[in-house]
């Protein structure tokens, strides 16, 4: 069955990139394709008025299941560059990745990271955490890998490229430092953060709490009774108060905690809505990096301090 897939999508490519082979639009900008939109903010942020940004996974959506589309076959034949995430984040991608990657510059930022950095994947050892974008410090290097990519091809404005990685780094930093303050308001006791699936491991690491999730790294991977007995529980023993739903995760299982919990005589609530595999919608605060990081922390805070 994967092999039939993969041919019908290397079928689909190719038929595509005849139509776009003729696109002489002359847009002098470097058109740049993402994957996931904290990548796109990235690139807005170093490409400026130079670049045109394209994300294919808005909000809501989960990369770790994205299978894509004609119309993104198309933008990716269309782009420049390419950036994604890498690390089986997009992991029904990886044969388009690899196609696109013989005919154009196509970055994994995410794979600049040094491996002794990244946390593995408990259920497959060899396969790191993807979520490297909940640790300030390691998505940094994202940015690095978006510049260098953005100057190789465009060497021109390569100093306004590295110019705006330095500005954009700085608030990142302001980020960070907002993040440390702001989670050690909550008593060490209460640092435990449970969502539907392991995506806030970095997260965790990085500002001292404890992090617990029903799925695994992957949405992809199945969760039982098991599961959500395990978790009640424990907030049941450790007498936590509050659990989160993500945006981009059905809230079908944390809303089982909630009432397994309940009916055990524990009164759990639901803390609020966190942004972990995708931002917010465009135009809000919560559709850029910062504005999604800015929005966790001040959720988490809120409901746990």
């Not at 953005?150 to 930093?173: R, T, V």
């Not at 029903?214 to 992809?220: A, M, R, V, Y």
Request: net charge negative.
């Amino acid at each position: 069955m994967k092999k039939l897939i993969t041919i019908a999508f290397l079928t689909m490519i190719a038929l595509v990139g005849c139509n776009a082979s003729d696109d002489t639009s002359g847009d002098e900008k470097v058109k740049v394709v993402t994957t996931i939109a904290q990548i796109g903010d990235i690139a807005e942020n170093i490409g400026g008025e130079h670049v045109n940004v394209k994300s294919l996974m808005g909000p809501g959506t989960d990369p770790h299941t994205y299978k894509a589309t004609t119309s993104d076959i198309e933008n990716l034949q269309k782009a420049d560059v390419i950036f994604y995430n890498g690390h089986h984040l997009e992991g029904q991608m990886n044969d388009v990745f690899a196609k696109m990657r013989s005919e154009k510059p196509t970055h994994a930022v995410a794979e600049a990271i040094p491996e002794d950095m990244l946390d593995a994947d408990p259920a497959n050892p060899d396969i790191p955490d993807p979520h490297v974008w909940f640790d300030i410090n390691l998505w940094k290097y994202a940015v690095d890998e978006v510049t260098k990519g953005l100057s190789d091809l465009d060497p021109e404005n390569q100093a306004y490229y590295e110019k705006q990685a330095e500005k954009y780094k700085q608030k990142l930093d302001e980020t960070h430092t907002y993040a440390k303050e702001q989670i050690s308001q909550i008593p060490e006791e209460s640092r435990v953060l449970v969502t539907a699936h392991d995506a806030f491991h970095y997260f965790g690491k990085a500002y001292g709490l404890e992090v617990m999730g029903l799925q695994g790294l992957s949405t992809e991977s199945e969760y039982g009774l098991k599961d959500v007995q395990r978790i009640i529980d424990t907030v049941s023993e450790r007498n936590i108060k509050a659990v989160f739903v993500e945006s981009s995760v059905n809230k079908r299982s944390i809303n089982a905690v909630v009432e397994g919990a309940k009916a055990e005589g524990h009164n759990l609530k639901i803390g609020g809505e966190l942004y972990s595999d995708a931002m917010g919608p465009a135009d809000t605060e919560e559709g850029t990096y910062i504005g999604m990081f800015r929005h966790n922390i001040e959720t988490i805070v809120s409901a746990l301090k």
